[in-house]
């Protein structure tokens, strides 16, 4: 795993605690509206008030590229705050200067404040070494508790770890086990579903989970790019015709790091992209040259179910098929109910997260019983592709 330093055993009693959260929700006319990451956030801001510290939050909102653009100010996230927590937040109207300082300076123990929006300053996304200081002004340790935006190299996520004691918060800390748990040592056999729409943008994620896991399961869209590399005819299907030598190379690295790569054997064939459009199951050697392949059938069902009782791990990342027009979101539906179903009776450790893979998890109301669900988004892709985050390197020892 990732080595990191956790608030294990850190004094911050008295301590200015700079802590970056990612407090970019989901926002209309000044009003939030999903409170999820507010209330993820939460907990940990919590922990460290009751330990006496002098809280300070810092997060970016929106992109206001470097101008104070008002509908992106987190006035309106402060007190959304305030509410989920039950406390008080003071608010400051600007993340560094004289503005910041007053409100600091006047915290006492426990209290917590947040800071304007970091991206009102160009500096935040520039890494500006000089803005970095005049954060690290305003805290005497630096907690970061955004995964969310550690694949960024920004002042706040990488910059200021570099000029304060740096550690991962709770929501940090929890993810990155989670993460390592599932990838860097995992229980075997580990299986990997990989779907969504275009392999062209998750060469890299591929390329990386054939080196890693037992199993990697292609479902969606990309499956059709996959099953044309091999000389099937996939009809109209979303495909992508010019990387079918790109496929092969990945068929041929799997094998090479005995990977077994896992496609449909069968498909839900439709003429049109809409929901309940007319539709025939189909062997996948027997798709209509006219016909699109919007789901997995229920051949490969059954196949996925059956092979996930004998894992120990799951990654999943993206539908297996259209799964945002009914009755496309079946083979989606069922493997996530399994692994779900799996997870919760303790056989199986599974994460899923990146892209649409929350929704569709959430549409299979299969969320809830994963082992860790990531709405990290770009962090999350990036950690499949294995990549160090530069907001995580800079949390090592
Ligand atoms: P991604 O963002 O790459 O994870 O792709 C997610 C999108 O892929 C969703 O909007 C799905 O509707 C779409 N998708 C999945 N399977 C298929 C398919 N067989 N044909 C067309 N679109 C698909």
Same mark, same amino acid.
């Given at each position: 795993m990732a080595n990191f330093n956790t608030l294990d055993g850190v004094n911050v009693a008295g301590k200015r605690v700079l802590l970056r959260a990612?407090?970019?929700v989901p926002m209309k006319d000044g009003v939030?509206?999903?409170?999820?990451?507010?209330?993820?956030?939460v907990p940990g801001l919590i922990e460290l008030a009751d330990a006496g510290a002098k809280l300070i939050v810092i997060s970016h909102f929106g992109r206001p590229k470097g101008e104070r653009v008002a509908e992106m100010s987190l006035k309106p996230v402060a007190d959304a705050l305030a509410k989920q927590l039950g406390r008080p937040v003071k608010?400051?109207?600007?993340c560094i200067g004289a503005a910041a300082a007053a409100v600091v300076d006047g915290l006492k123990d426990g209290e917590i404040a947040l800071l304007e929006n970091l991206r009102y300053h160009s500096e935040e996304e520039k890494n500006d070494p000089a803005f970095a200081a005049e954060l690290a002004k305003l805290g005497d340790i630096f907690v970061n508790d955004a995964f969310s935006c550690?694949?960024?190299?920004?002042?706040?996520?990488?910059?200021?770890?570099?000029?304060? +004691?740096?550690?991962?918060?709770?929501?940090?800390?929890?993810?990155?086990?989670?993460?390592?748990?599932?990838l860097e040592a995992p229980k075997h056999p580990v299986m990997a579903i990989v779907g969504g729409a275009k392999i062209s943008t998750k060469l890299d994620l591929l390329g990386n989970l054939v080196a890693?896991?037992?199993?990697?399961?292609?479902?969606?869209?990309m499956a059709n790019t996959?099953?044309?590399?091999?000389?099937?005819?996939?009809?109209?299907?979303?495909?992508?015709?010019?990387? &079918?030598?790109?496929?092969?190379?990945?068929?041929?690295?799997?094998?090479?790091?005995?990977?077994?790569?896992?496609? +449909?054997?069968?498909?839900?064939?439709?003429k049109e992209f809409k929901a309940h459009a007319d539709y025939t199951v189909s062997d996948i050697n027997d798709v209509d040259t006219n016909g699109m392949i919007l789901d997995a059938g229920p051949k490969t069902i059954i196949d996925l179910n059956k092979r &996930?009782?004998?894992?120990?791990? &799951?990654?999943?990342?993206? +539908?297996?098929g259209a799964f945002e027009i009914a009755p496309f979101d079946t083979a989606t539906v069922s493997v996530a109910q399994q692994a779900a179903k799996l997870t919760k009776a303790g056989k199986l450790l599974s994460v899923a997260g990146g892209g649409d893979t929350v929704a569709a998890l959430r549409h299979a109301d299969a969320d809830q019983d994963f082992s860790y669900v990531s709405t990290a988004g770009g962090a999350f892709l990036e950690w499949l592709e294995g990549k160090e985050l530069p907001g995580v390197a800079a949390l090592h020892d």
């Open positions: 990612d407090l970019n939030v509206g999903d409170t999820t990451r507010i209330e993820r956030t608010f400051a109207d600007d550690a694949h960024r190299a920004h002042a706040s996520t990488e910059g200021l770890a570099r000029k304060l +004691p740096a550690y991962a918060g709770r929501l940090m800390q929890a993810e990155l086990e989670a993460l390592g748990n599932a890693r896991v037992d199993q990697l399961v292609i479902g969606g869209g996959f099953l044309a590399a091999k000389g099937v005819n996939v009809g109209k299907s979303l495909c992508e015709h010019d990387l &079918l030598e790109t496929a092969r190379e990945i068929f041929a690295k799997a094998k090479a790091a005995n990977c077994e790569i896992v496609l +449909p054997v069968d498909g839900l064939v439709a &996930l009782e004998s894992c120990e791990t &799951l990654v999943w990342n993206g +539908p297996l």
